[in-house]
């Protein structure tokens, strides 16, 4: 998994004014909301959540210990948080990853992502989406939902004891309906791999796909 580290020089700046249009905001501690309709740069801090609003444009997004949701129609370039959730609304535009360590990533139907999706604790679903990239985790169930299209695969990597929180739980895969997976679904630990009988994936090794034709996965 990759490291999500913000600039060394971030720990030494203060908490800016609002931003002007295309200013990024830097902060140590507190939160961050990018305004209806703006264009920011890039908004960064370490403690605190970070909100944009609908109609925003931004640059990159990170933060440390703190979540990040992103409203309908919005424009960015990488996501990123450490310890923290992100929520990602409807028809939004993503350039670059979405990522996180510990906590879980949701994107709405209407999204477009240039670039993957990463967590090592925490579930990933998507509605509706396309995803450029893979989507790589270590101990997150996985929902690919209905009409999504992911282009570089499924990888769910081994846990180890430094890195993994629930390493004994078996992670759910699902590739719900008219979904799409063209790549790879590789899987180095137990899973349990559901597919829609009208979804499409590529080759997997590791899991053995169960199909289902419902609108919901079988309960394990």
Do not use: W
């Not at 720990?11 to 140590?28: Q, Y």
């Not at 409807?90 to 510990?102: F, I």
């Amino acid at each position: 998994m990759k490291h999500f580290p913000l600039p060394l020089l971030l720990a030494l700046v203060l908490p800016c004014a609002p931003a002007l249009a295309n200013e990024g905001i830097s902060k140590v501690n507190g939160s961050i909301t990018a305004s209806t309709g703006q264009t920011y740069g890039d908004l960064e801090t370490v403690n605190g959540g970070i909100t944009v609003e609908a109609g925003t444009e931004t640059g990159d997004i990170e933060t440390v210990n703190g979540g990040i949701r992103v409203g309908d129609r919005a424009r960015t370039r990488g996501i990123s948080t450490v310890n923290g959730g992100i929520r990602i609304g409807e028809k939004v535009e993503v350039d670059g990853d979405v990522e996180t360590v510990n906590g879980s990533i949701f994107v709405d139907r209407g999204t477009r992502i240039d670039g993957g999706v990463e967590t090592v604790n925490g579930g990933i679903g998507l509605v509706d989406t396309r995803l450029s990239k893979g989507i790589e985790t270590v101990n997150g169930d996985i929902t690919v939902g209905i009409g999504s299209l992911v282009e570089g695969g499924i990888h769910v990597s081994k846990p180890s004891f430094s890195l993994s929180l629930r390493a004994g739980r078996k992670p759910r895969v699902i590739i719900g309906p008219n979904a799409a997976v063209n790549g790879p679904l590789q899987f180095e630990r137990d899973v349990t791999l559901y597919v829609h009988r009208s979804a499409h994936i590529g080759p997997v090794t590791g899991a053995e796909p169960v199909p289902f034709d419902t609108d919901a996965a079988p309960s394990d």
